[in-house]
């Protein structure tokens, strides 16, 4: 009896441990990613983001520092001016009490000047570090995968709790 109840506890706890993790990384990066994110508020989005920021767009096939995705993103924010919304779901989420791994799908919804929404899907892979107390993506990865994303994928995903 003894044998089969403490590897249970050890997975009962670690599993509590890791759940924790993910709700602190949902209020620390996630909540205001998204927010600054549809508000196209750059330096909200980049406070997110760890100064030693590995940024790998797979689609353009570049990798791009803090600074770069900063410029990037600036440029992008201040040239337009359409209504945008991005919307997050995981695959899997893996979190230590420091570093943290999470596999999702997002969705981006672009209202034109024509009132019409499009949306786009994808596929992002993050590694998450926590700096001074604080997560922060610290690796950023995504792409289109070849347009096999969509609304199916994007629903049977877990979105956040």
Not at 82 to 108: C, D, H, M, N
């Amino acid at each position: 009896m003894k044998r089969i109840f403490v590897p249970l506890l050890v997975l009962v706890s670690s599993y509590g441990f890791s759940q924790d993790q993910q709700k602190e990384i949902d209020a620390q990066v996630w909540t205001p990613f998204i927010e600054s994110f549809n508000l196209r508020n750059t330096e909200g989005f980049m406070a997110v983001h760890s100064k030693d920021l590995v940024r790998a767009p797979r689609d353009s096939k570049v990798i791009l520092n803090f600074d770069q995705y900063k410029r990037e993103n600036a440029d992008g924010d201040s040239r337009s001016k359409s209504k945008r919304t991005i919307e997050l779901r995981f695959l899997e989420r893996i979190a230590s009490e420091t570093q943290a791994f999470e596999i999702g799908v997002y969705k981006t919804t672009v209202t034109g000047s024509n009132g019409e929404p499009r949306s786009f899907y994808g596929k992002f892979h993050v590694v998450h570090r926590k700096e001074n107390g604080v997560w922060k993506i610290l690796v950023d990865s995504d792409s289109s995968e070849g347009g096999t994303v969509g609304e199916k994928i994007f629903q049977e995903a877990k979105p956040m709790q």
